[in-house]
Antibody
Framework: EVQLVESGGGLVQPGRSLRVSCAAS????????MHWVRQAPGKGLEWVSGISWNSGRIGYADSVKGRFTISRDNAKNSLYLQMNSLRAEDTALYYC????????????????WGQGTVVTVSS | QSALTQPPSASGSPGQSVTISCTGT?????????VSWYQQHPGKAPKLKIY???KRPSGVPDRFSGSKSGNTASLTVSGLQAEDEADYYCSSYAGGNNLVVFGGGTKLTVL
């Protein structure tokens, strides 16, 4: 079964750091682009970051650039998001998502999603 | 990097068709054929319904179709069913530094 399982969320104070992880199974992880997408409570989806299969192509939303770092470990079938200098507006459900095959579609179409991990930034 | 514009709500009766629009700019929707549409039921993860403007992933019924004209993409759901009631989001490649942008979402109600 193709599956993505996020972990590492929790309550963190403003200005502190947190790393969330995503464990992939059921597919050849290092063949695909992977992404983080978040959803604030009661709000819409927001793309956060993406990383190509070999980490050669990386992108960040303007709202997190310079504070968040995406990475992957293909040997461990895992995706990570290191979040520094967290703000209240970073409070959200963070989804891990797999891109479709291909250079273009793989960056813009996400066919497998995890159930998400909740990050709450509050003092 | 601005969100794409979607109507907050749409509705239709069972069996009818409804179209949801997604308006961007020449830097995103109008500049690339990389528009996707997602369906999200309450408390659930999103599901991909359309990619590359008009392509359907395996398993998505042909009641779902996508198109684009200029800076506006559209999702049409034909033969509405009760299970289609959900939030729908569009997304597009936005060039630049490998950016992806989502729309604000549309709540589809099946009357």
């Amino acid at each position: 079964e193709v599956q993505l399982v996020e972990s590492g969320g929790g309550l963190v104070q403003p200005g502190r750091s947190l790393r969330v992880s995503c464990a992939a199974s059921g597919f050849t992880f290092d063949d695909y682009t992977m992404h983080w997408v978040r959803q604030a409570p009661g709000k819409g989806l927001e793309w956060v970051s993406g990383i190509s299969w070999n980490s050669g192509r990386i992108g960040y939303a303007d709202s997190v650039k310079g504070r968040f770092t995406i990475s992957r470990d293909n040997a461990k079938n895992s995706l990570y998001l290191q979040m520094n200098s967290l703000r209240a507006e970073d409070t959200a459900l963070y989804y891990c998502a797999k891109g479709l095959p291909g250079y273009g579609s793989g960056w813009t179409a996400f066919d497998i999603w995890g159930q998400g991990t909740v990050v709450t930034v509050s003092s | 990097q601005s969100a794409l514009t979607q109507p907050p709500s749409a509705s239709g009766s069972p069996g009818q068709s409804v179209t949801i629009s997604c308006t961007g700019t020449s830097s995103d929707v109008g500049g690339y054929n990389y528009v996707s549409w997602y369906q999200q039921h309450p408390g659930k993860a999103p599901k991909l319904k359309i990619y590359d403007v008009s392509k359907r992933p395996s398993g998505v019924p042909d009641r779902f179709s996508g198109s684009k004209s200029g800076n506006t993409a559209s999702l049409t759901v034909s033969g509405l069913q009760a299970e289609d009631e959900a939030d729908y989001y569009c997304s597009s490649y936005a060039g630049g530094n490998n950016l992806v942008v989502f729309g604000g979402g549309t709540k589809l109600t099946v009357l």
